[in-house]
């Protein structure tokens, strides 16, 4: 607004008087409106961690989810694709493309990003070399058959469970700190979905053939939502590279 506080004050300049108010409330909506989208994003992202403490929670205690039903498959690939919509939102909401960064600045944030990715790696290797093994007729590290299930996850649940919080401070600093959006914060739902399929995966059980169907349908698919994230990062980071290198011949 560039009227001046004195002049509305004083009563100088009496005709721009009611726009100088017009705008005040303007501001006050817009303000407000501002308030009750930053509130409804706090929940959202809320909602989303609770979901997942309470997933991990049925998962730790051996109940599983679905009464064996084969559709954990679409429910994590379900859960990934609302986890990513949630940060199209914090993106959308703080609307700059500097927000996002294919290496981000913070140490945190890159040492959070590379213990991710690393679980990811492991907990898809551990399961085809496992279960690929299997196949073949042995067991990784010698160990019995019976103790399989229960090595895997124990892995997958320390996975599941880290990358919870890992995601829950990224949250927290993009929403509080304004920190940036980077692959990190792609990468960390997807090991927690994957892991969490992962782990429904061993507590059914099925023949070989049908897990080993279901392993790769389940990974094609979180990774591939994965990947569809990253790339929307990578581009949402060259433009804004972009943008910096035209700024200097704008301003001449």
Same mark, same amino acid.
């Given at each position: 607004?560039?009227?001046?506080?004195?002049?509305?004050?004083?009563?100088?300049?009496?005709?721009?008087?009611?726009?100088?108010?017009?705008?005040?409330?303007?501001?006050?909506?817009?303000?407000?409106?501002?308030?009750?989208?930053? +509130?409804? !994003?706090?929940?959202?992202? %809320?909602?989303? #961690?609770?979901?997942?403490?309470? $997933?991990?929670?049925?998962? @730790?205690?051996?109940?599983?989810?679905?009464?064996?039903?084969?559709?954990?498959?679409?429910?994590?690939?379900?859960?990934?694709?609302?986890?990513?919509?949630?940060?199209?939102?914090?993106?959308?909401?703080?609307?700059?493309?500097?927000?996002?960064?294919?290496?981000?600045?913070?140490?945190?944030? +890159?040492? !959070?990003?590379?213990?991710? %990715?690393?679980? #990811?790696?492991?907990?898809?290797? $551990?399961?085809?070399?496992? @279960?690929?093994?299997?196949?073949?007729?042995?067991?990784?590290?010698?160990?019995?058959?019976?103790?399989?299930?229960?090595?895997?996850?124990?892995?997958?649940?320390?996975?599941?469970?880290?990358?919870?919080?890992?995601?829950?401070?990224?949250?927290?600093?993009?929403?509080?700190?304004?920190?940036?959006?980077?692959?990190?914060?792609?990468?960390?739902?997807?090991?927690?979905?994957?892991?969490?399929?992962?782990?429904?995966?061993?507590?059914?059980?099925?023949?070989?053939?049908?897990?080993?169907?279901?392993?790769?349908?389940?990974?094609?698919?979180?990774?591939?939502?994965?990947?569809?994230?990253?790339?929307?990062?990578?581009?949402?980071?060259?433009?804004?590279?972009?943008?910096?290198?035209?700024?200097?011949?704008?301003?001449?």
């Amino acid at each position: 607004m560039e009227l001046p506080i004195q002049d509305i004050v004083t009563g100088e300049r009496a005709g721009d008087r009611e726009e100088a108010v017009t705008e005040v409330v303007r501001l006050a909506k817009l303000q407000e409106q501002r308030k009750r989208e930053k +509130r409804i !994003l706090y929940l959202i992202v %809320l909602g989303l #961690l609770i979901y997942n403490c309470v $997933i991990g929670i049925c998962l @730790f205690s051996g109940r599983g989810l679905f009464g064996g039903r084969d559709i954990a498959c679409q429910v994590a690939g379900i859960s990934m694709a609302g986890t990513l919509t949630m940060l199209g939102l914090v993106y959308w909401y703080f609307g700059k493309e500097e927000d996002v960064k294919m290496i981000p600045s913070s140490q945190l944030s +890159r040492g !959070l990003g590379i213990a991710s %990715l690393a679980m #990811l790696l492991w907990s898809v290797g $551990i399961m085809y070399l496992s @279960f690929g093994m299997v196949r073949a007729g042995s067991v990784p590290l010698g160990m019995e058959l019976s103790s399989l299930g229960p090595f895997l996850n124990n892995q997958l649940c320390a996975g599941y469970a880290l990358n919870v919080i890992f995601l829950a401070v990224e949250m927290y600093r993009l929403l509080m700190e304004r920190t940036v959006l980077h692959p990190g914060c792609v990468i960390s739902p997807a090991v927690i979905y994957l892991d969490f399929f992962y782990i429904d995966i061993l507590g059914r059980m099925d023949t070989l053939d049908s897990v080993w169907k279901a392993l790769d349908r389940g990974t094609v698919l979180i990774l591939l939502e994965a990947v569809s994230g990253i790339v929307f990062l990578f581009i949402q980071s060259h433009r804004s590279r972009s943008h910096a290198s035209d700024s200097p011949h704008q301003s001449q």
